[in-house]
């Protein structure tokens, strides 16, 4: 099983650029979520989605999009890049809300510049 | 959102246990209690998780007060390779709006000796 796959690993936008950061899971989870991870800090939770089509705001969802088209993949789109935006950007999925684990990306470091 | 309290940080030496402390005084009768760790450069991977009997997995224990408001994670023998950084998470299971988030505090960087 591949888990969760985020692509690309590494990339650098400049300012008013915009990109999607791709996340694909292979295990049927209809539980999908997007964090960020400034240095030295925890992760935010930016949006997360209960299934394909259902989609809702996190803790700081401002200056990104999602879509839920199905149930592997759920893309987070930056609309012109800022440098506030430059962080470790982590996808995660579970199979349930509550009682299973939730499985994560290895993480796409972005840098605005 | 429930919160979790946290040491910043942490020490050990290998093969000795380390006792992680979380409090979580908020709790909800509904909440459960995940632990999460970070290695360096990596996306955080699922340790242990409990409601309100203590549990245990091959990774480590998971020791939860009779009152829920705290808890604590227990590495039996620590290995170089269990320094990473330790999140204590309620998981909020309530209906509308919840949906399951994992809200991830600053976590107990955890640094083992040789």
């Known amino acids: 099983n591949a888990g969760v796959t985020q692509t690309p690993k590494f990339r650098i936008l400049k300012i008013g650029q915009s990109m999607t950061l791709q996340c694909t899971q292979d295990m049927n989870h209809n539980y999908m979520y997007w964090y960020r991870q400034d240095p030295g800090m925890g992760l935010k939770l930016i949006y997360y989605?209960?299934?394909?089509?259902?989609?809702d705001k996190g803790e700081v969802p401002n200056g990104y999009n999602v879509s839920r088209s199905t149930t592997e993949d759920f893309p987070l789109r930056l609309e012109l890049a800022a440098p506030s935006q430059t962080s470790v950007y982590f996808c995660a999925s579970s199979y349930d809300r509550v009682s299973t684990e939730a499985f994560f990306g290895q993480g796409t470091r972005l840098t605005v510049v | 959102d429930a919160k979790t309290t946290q040491p910043n940080s942490m020490e050990s030496n290998e093969e000795e246990p380390v006792h992680l402390p979380c409090n979580h005084s908020?709790?909800?009768?509904?909440?459960?209690i995940h632990w999460y760790r970070q290695l360096p450069s990596q996306g955080p991977e699922y340790v242990i998780h409990g409601l309100t009997s203590n549990v245990n997995n091959r990774m480590a224990s998971l020791a939860i007060a009779e009152d829920r408001k705290s808890s604590t994670l227990i590495l039996h023998r620590a290995t170089l390779r269990d320094a990473a950084v330790y999140y204590c998470i309620l998981r909020d299971v309530g209906g509308g709006t919840s949906y399951g988030k994992l809200t991830f505090g600053q976590g107990t960087i955890l640094t083992v000796h040789p």
């Open positions: 989605s209960v299934g394909a089509g259902i989609t």
């Open positions: 908020t709790i909800s009768g509904t909440d459960y």
